[in-house]
């Protein structure tokens, strides 16, 4: 290259600076590999340890009312504000406590709830009344109005999984406050589990919506077909016995833009290196363990008990081990980027 091309070079991207466009040769917008763009790293969140007692003392500063919803957003420690704790999955942690009101709103992005601890608490989702226990799962789809109330007598504590990131990638984002406290109440309790929990549906009724019918999978439910599962001995060497949470009328997932599953490792499993492009969240609800999580050599092992929760991002290989026979929650980002063409999994070092 002559003295002059480089001036001449020099020159141009001085004038291109100035201007409403860039040369695609001089960046790295597309990479080789996810782990060279994805900036969230593994990380977790200690709910006895620490979070706990922050909710407590933000309960002592401000009513659930007053704060509309009282919560502590979990920031992945490489991404930058707005809060995230992966790429495309927001997560916070939300107290409310005995007599308080979460006013009644409805937002664009679709929310799932989580229970970590705490007894009496209820939601309110589409005019439909449901009691919440640990380790329940609950989905609050996109634009439903939803509100929560709490006749116990203890702080009670869920996890909230809401997929804001992808919904601030496209733009939409949409949020409207309830003229009052509470949305009106036009289904009796139990009516949603009544007609699609039966693996039954009812007759003459259609079902059209992204999101499944049902917005409350009880623990209990869950967990022992999980139990049940056991007695096969189908381990599957890279997640143990894992089930999904499922729309009954398409068999896909809950959520049209986050997937969730319940899986369980026996006492002394431990499973094989397996990566997948999801971004992760889990939350165990039983048992003790530890992930061993990130790329030969620089791998870290993260210590994890019942109520924690703690983040993968996409494509970092990963192995969990119980200490217990444990139990964990987790959402991901999966059934949004199968339907873009974009998921991979990848099971050992091949
Ligand atoms: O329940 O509406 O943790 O809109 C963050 C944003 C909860 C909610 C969060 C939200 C909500």
């Known amino acids: ?26 960046t790295t917008l597309v990479q080789p590999e996810p782990k060279e763009f994805v900036r969230s790293v593994p990380h977790l969140w200690d709910f006895d340890g620490e979070l706990r007692d922050l909710l407590i003392e ?9 704060a509309n919803r009282r919560v502590l957003s979990l920031e992945n420690p490489g ?14 942690l939300q107290m409310i406590l005995p007599g308080e009101c979460a006013p009644a709103h409805k937002h664009s992005p679709s929310a799932l709830r989580f229970i970590i601890q705490g007894e009496g608490a209820w939601t309110a989702v589409s005019g439909e009344k449901s009691y919440m226990a640990p380790g329940d799962f609950i989905i609050t789809p996109s634009m439903t109005w939803h509100d929560h109330g709490h006749d116990g007598e203890e702080p009670f504590f869920w996890m909230d999984g809401l997929d804001i990131p992808m919904v601030a990638a496209f733009g939409p984002m949409f949020f409207e406050a ?25 007759v003459g009724e259609s079902w059209a919506k992204p999101e499944s019918p049902i917005f409350h999978y009880p623990y209990d439910r869950s967990r022992s077909a999980l139990e049940d599962l056991r007695k096969n001995e189908e381990w599957d060497p890279y997640q143990g016995i894992k089930l999904e949470y499922i729309d009954p009328t398409t068999g896909g997932s809950a959520m049209p833009t986050m997937s969730t599953f319940l899986q369980l490792l026996p006492k002394g499993f431990k499973t094989e290196q397996y990566r997948t492009t999801e971004n992760t969240v889990f939350s165990p609800v039983e048992g003790t363990g530890r992930i061993i999580v990130g790329e030969a050599g620089a791998a870290k092992s993260i210590e994890w008990k019942p109520r924690d ?21 987790s959402y991901t980002d999966r059934t949004a980027q199968v339907k873009l063409g974009l998921w991979r999994e990848q099971r050992g070092n091949a």
């Open 1 to 26: 290259m002559t003295n002059d091309n480089q001036a001449a070079r020099a020159a141009y991207y001085a004038k291109i600076e100035t201007t409403d466009m860039s040369p695609l040769w001089t």
């Open 309 to 329: 929760i703690f983040a993968v991002p996409c494509w970092a290989p990963y192995r969990l081990e119980a200490d217990e026979d444990a139990v964990l929650f």
């Open 79 to 92: 991404l930058d504000k707005p809060p995230r704790i992966l790429e495309s999955l927001y997560a916070g």
């Open 58 to 66: 933000a309960g002592g500063l401000i009513s659930a009312h007053e």
């Open 178 to 202: 309830y003229p009052e406290d509470r949305a009106p109440q036009h289904r009796p309790p139990g009516d949603s589990l009544a007609r699609y929990g039966a693996n039954m549906a009812p």
